[in-house]
């Protein structure tokens, strides 16, 4: 392998396209003639609006996002839009969350801290293995919006089919499946994630927030928390993530030129039933999640025996697979395959279980 590098399969930060790393290597000490790093840029030059300006084109380009639609790039992680959805979008102070999830239950505490959040449906109940059935949900009149984690990063489960909201503006949490398939941005008030699963360095958060949403009347709101601020100043009310704005506009670029979010997604198909079906042929393996909601993603799996899963993740490390632990919460191993991991590397480590497997019969 070039570099040395190995397979990570880390759910974020997380692996990313070996030939933007090395576009980004050779930019590092001139971009482009500027005669510095882009670490070193101020983010008021000309050269840095082409580069933030470049970005945004692309991720529209990619996404086909209407122009009804503004493009953010705020910092405060995914995590700060747990507050800043409910800060500014509860206009009744009324919400219907969907909870599938360690990522949907987060955004859930949040959100009451800020108005009232209905729970309109929950797979807790089987600890989060499924997408509950939200085809005809109770939604109050005046719900602001309807809440959902459309990839649940931990448990590994994901929305095929998104709820039916009645009407209401449907808020999606696209963290750790931002650009993995083609999304028709109409369907949704709001998108937004943060950059480190599947697209770039951490310390970014992507909203794409359609423009009636902004309210230029919560003078009350700190200014930094309003989305009015942000989308005013084009994402530059103050220094932005200059780097990572950056290295998200080199991966934009970069699945520009494979092809867009539908050969992307048609790789992300192809990599996941890879792995699914040797879990679904094993004898040691067990996935967790009902097969009709699983992550093209995440996957999370156990032995069911805690000592054997810590053998697994040892064997696995040796044999140069990383950050294959499963997450405290749901235990045994989980193996993230985002848009950057190579198909090798899926095959390599189905090769290495197998290879377990037949050793401990
Ligand atoms: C990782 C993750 C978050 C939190 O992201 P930060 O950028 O660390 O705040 C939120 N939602 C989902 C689905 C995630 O995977």
Redesign the pocket.
């Known amino acids: 392998m070039k570099y040395n590098r190995t397979y990570n399969f880390s ?2 930060p997380a692996t990313m396209p070996e030939e933007v790393l090395e576009e980004i290597r050779d930019e590092m000490m001139n971009y482009k003639g500027s005669g510095m790093c882009v670490m070193e840029m101020s983010h008021r030059s000309k050269v840095y609006q082409q580069i933030i300006d470049e970005a945004e084109q692309d991720i529209r380009d990619l996404m086909s996002i209407p122009d009804n639609y503004k493009v953010l790039f705020l910092q ?7 507050s800043m959805i409910p800060m500014n979008l509860m206009k009744n102070g009324k919400a219907v969350y969907i909870e599938t999830g360690a ?1 949907s239950k ?2 859930i505490a949040e959100a009451k801290k800020v108005g009232e959040v209905i729970v309109a449906a929950s797979s807790k109940d089987k600890n989060y293995t499924y997408i509950p059935d939200c085809s005809d949900l109770d939604i109050p009149e005046d719900t602001d919006y309807v809440y959902i ?1 459309e ?4 448990h590994g489960v994901t929305w095929n089919k998104l709820p039916n909201t009645k009407g209401h503006v449907l808020v999606s ?4 499946m931002f650009l993995s398939k083609p999304c028709n941005v109409s369907d949704y008030g709001v998108i937004y ?5 599947n697209i770039g360095p ?2 970014l ?1 992507i909203v794409i927030i359609r423009e009636d949403l902004i309210r230029d009347d919560l003078t009350d709101l700190p200014v930094y928390l309003q989305y009015s601020t942000h989308a005013g100043a084009g994402s530059m009310y103050n220094t932005p993530n200059c780097w990572a704005i950056y290295v998200c506009g080199k991966v934009f670029k970069y699945l520009k030129k494979i092809g867009g979010l539908e050969a992307m997604e048609k790789i992300n198909i192809e990599k996941a039933k890879i792995f699914y079906d040797f879990l679904d042929e094993s004898k040691m393996f067990v996935g967790t999640v009902v097969p009709e909601d699983r992550s093209l993603m995440n996957i999370p799996f156990v032995t069911g025996d805690k000592d054997l899963d810590a053998e697994v993740i040892a064997y696995t490390k040796a044999a140069g697979f990383e950050n294959l632990k499963g997450h405290k919460s749901v235990g045994g191993l989980r193996a993230s395959v985002y848009n950057a991991m190579p198909k090798d590397g899926v095959i390599a480590l189905v090769e290495c279980l197998k290879k377990f497997e037949a050793e401990h019969k």
């Open positions: 759910a974020g405060g992680g995914a995590t700060l839009q747990f990522w987060k955004a984690c990839n649940e990063t931990i949490d696209q963290s750790s994630g943060g950059v480190q699963k951490a310390g958060a």
